[in-house]
């Protein structure tokens, strides 16, 4: 594993074999500067919303290498981090967030530029369920095998932190608890096999959806001008979701004795 790379039970595959390495890279140039991973955080998410600005002057080549640079620079900001000790609840929220600012300026560059405005908003939907998603079943993995749960850092008490920690609340908790619901209720109602519903092979359907392959994939439609093109494939994970939904129950159910 990369040095300061982040500890999953399944990695994404192009950031195991791509992006990290790279990132590393530039870690190693940062560590003995006085760049701080939050500054890294802004930089990326200024990059994001520069890169969705050029996708609506149809500018798409360079909009498609700023992403790639993007993912970079995310996987870098985490390896800064941990490899400084300076992972901090902050630094979690204002990426975390600033994540999610920059995805839905990308889909709203998508939907001016194509004019499908439906598919752009249902696309968005559908991006952030696949990234909740992933969250949530790391969660469910490591419970259901009593392994601990990451443990997240606390801050001292601050306004900006005040005000990401309740835009998270806001935003993302009713997605994780709804998820997180579903996924245990099914789990409890239909008498699934815990270590099964929630193993590697669950994990790596929605691992290998993430940001990373997202943003590597919108790079890949954009350098071929085909921004319509990327909202059906994004779409097209709503059903690809439900086959694996169906595929992790019918596996998951204890055989007869």
Do not use: C
């Not at 990695?11 to 390495?21: D, H």
């Not at 990326?44 to 993007?70: I, S």
């Amino acid at each position: 594993m990369v040095p300061g790379a982040k500890a999953r039970p399944v990695q994404e595959f192009l950031n195991a074999v791509l992006f990290r390495p790279l990132a590393h890279l530039l870690v190693r140039l940062l560590l003995p500067t006085p760049v701080r991973p939050p500054h890294l955080v802004l930089f990326h998410t200024l990059l994001v919303l520069l890169a969705a600005g050029l996708v609506l002057r149809g500018e798409d080549l360079l909009a498609a290498f700023l992403l790639q640079a993007k993912t970079v620079l995310d996987n870098a900001d985490g390896q800064l981090a941990r490899l400084r000790g300076e992972v901090t609840e902050l630094g979690r929220y204002l990426d975390t967030e600033l994540d999610f600012l920059g995805n839905l300026f990308l889909f709203l560059a998508l939907g001016f530029r194509t004019g499908a405005w439906g598919w752009a908003l249902a696309a968005f939907l559908v991006f952030t369920l696949v990234q909740t998603w992933d969250f949530n079943l790391e969660r469910l993995y490591r419970k259901a095998r009593g392994l601990p749960l990451a443990q997240e850092p606390r801050d001292p008490e601050t306004p900006l932190l005040a005000l990401l920690r309740g835009v998270y609340r806001l935003l993302f908790l009713p997605q994780d608890r709804a998820v997180t619901a579903l996924e245990e209720a099914l789990a409890r109602r239909l008498g699934l096999d815990p270590l099964r519903f929630w193993d590697e092979a669950a994990l790596a359907g929605v691992v290998n959806l993430g940001l990373t392959t997202q943003l590597f994939f919108l790079g890949v439609f954009l350098a071929f001008h085909q921004p319509a093109a990327y909202l059906t494939f994004v779409l097209l994970q709503a059903v690809y979701l439900g086959a694996w939904y169906l595929w992790r129950i019918a596996r998951s159910i204890p055989s007869p004795r």
